[in-house]
């Protein structure tokens, strides 16, 4: 598959996982992406009561953890380009904690359709690795969080130790790639190495967060330096 460049592309293609995205990510995290997502919503300092915003939410999952932490007197957003994740998430959501108070609403995380100041805390779970333009994307979130607050991103990044990198190359192969031939979706999935060589590393990160405007950033990485989550402060 050539690389993925263009919004449309990366739209359709989550559009087109989305019925199988949740288990797909079950098996390739070994299960353990729910505790990353955890930790996203932990450092992203949200508190009960407070109003929060998941950007690039997908199914759903991230958005429901910080929906729980803020709790029922809280708000939470979910916001998503892809129409058919947004359908998950309202329905899993439905099933689960329906007492929440969520807003699904598609979007663009490039022109966030939220008024400045207006969040006490973000999260972007594997998401930032898929905009267009990572710059205007740090930017925005730094417009719509409130003077002190914070974001915390999650996402894959390529190790800076070449043994890892071969690693997770191999991984990649052997294991994505394979699991999502068994789910039909080989060509949908085969985007994410080259998604991973482009996505900037840790302290690239943490100067981008900083020329968005960001007063202190720090990538925290985990999973033999192969995950990681920036977390910036406003």
């Given at each position: 598959m050539s690389?993925?460049?263009?919004?449309?592309?990366?739209?359709?293609i989550f559009?087109?996982?989305?019925?199988?995205?949740?288990?797909?990510?079950?098996?390739?995290?070994?299960?353990?992406?729910?505790?990353?997502?955890?930790?996203?919503?932990?450092?992203?300092?949200?508190?009960?009561?407070?109003?929060?915003?998941?950007?690039?939410?997908?199914?759903?999952?991230?958005?429901?953890?910080?929906?729980?932490?803020?709790?029922?007197?809280?708000?939470?957003?979910?916001?998503?380009?892809a129409a058919q994740q947004l359908a998950i998430a309202a329905a899993k959501q439905a099933r689960q904690c329906p007492e929440f108070d969520i807003t699904w609403q598609e979007g663009d995380a490039l022109d966030l359709p939220f008024d400045d100041h207006h969040f006490d805390?973000?999260?972007?779970?594997?998401?930032l690795r898929n905009v267009t333009n990572i710059p205007l994307?740090?930017?925005?979130?730094?417009?719509?969080?409130?003077?002190?607050?914070?974001?915390a991103i999650l996402d894959f990044h390529r190790p800076a130790d070449k043994t890892k990198q071969a690693f997770q190359q191999w991984y990649m192969q052997t294991v994505v790639v394979p699991l999502a031939e068994r789910f039909k979706l080989t060509a949908e999935y085969e985007y994410i190495q080259p998604s991973i060589e482009r996505f900037p590393p840790g302290k690239v990160q943490e100067k981008l967060a900083y020329e968005a405007g960001f007063s202190e950033a720090i990538h925290y990485p985990f999973a033999g330096d192969m995950m990681g989550v920036l977390v910036a402060t406003k």
């Open positions: 690389s993925v460049d263009t919004a449309t592309e990366i739209q359709q559009n087109r996982i989305a019925p199988k995205y949740d288990d797909l990510n079950q098996w390739i995290s070994l299960g353990q992406h729910q505790i990353w997502k955890k930790m996203a919503v932990k450092w992203s300092g949200v508190q009960a009561g407070d109003t929060a915003l998941d950007i690039c939410c997908g199914s759903g999952d991230l958005t429901l953890i910080l929906a729980q932490t803020v709790g029922v007197m809280g708000k939470t957003t979910g916001i998503d380009f805390g973000v999260t972007i779970g594997y998401g994307a740090l930017a925005e979130v730094y417009r719509v969080l409130k003077p002190g607050k914070k974001v």
